[in-house]
């Protein structure tokens, strides 16, 4: 299986920006952040194919992942 993750904002990866990622069946959005380097803490909002997700879902082939800081504003 293979998805496409963009990382947003401060939050690095070692993999830069944007990732093509072969995974396991049944791997978890968490999954892919903690294999990338992503500490979950920082991440304020993890969206799949546009719409929004949890740390817990499963991921599916070819889905894009993106992972967000905080945003705020004033």
Known sequence: MWVEVQIHGGLGSRVGRLARLEIEPRSTV?????????????????????????????????????FFPPIMGG
């Open 30 to 66: 968490r999954d892919i952040a903690r294999r990338l380097g992503i500490p979950l803490e920082k991440v304020g909002m993890i969206v799949a194919d546009g719409r929004l997700c949890g740390a817990d879902d499963p991921v599916e082939d070819g889905q894009r992942i993106s």
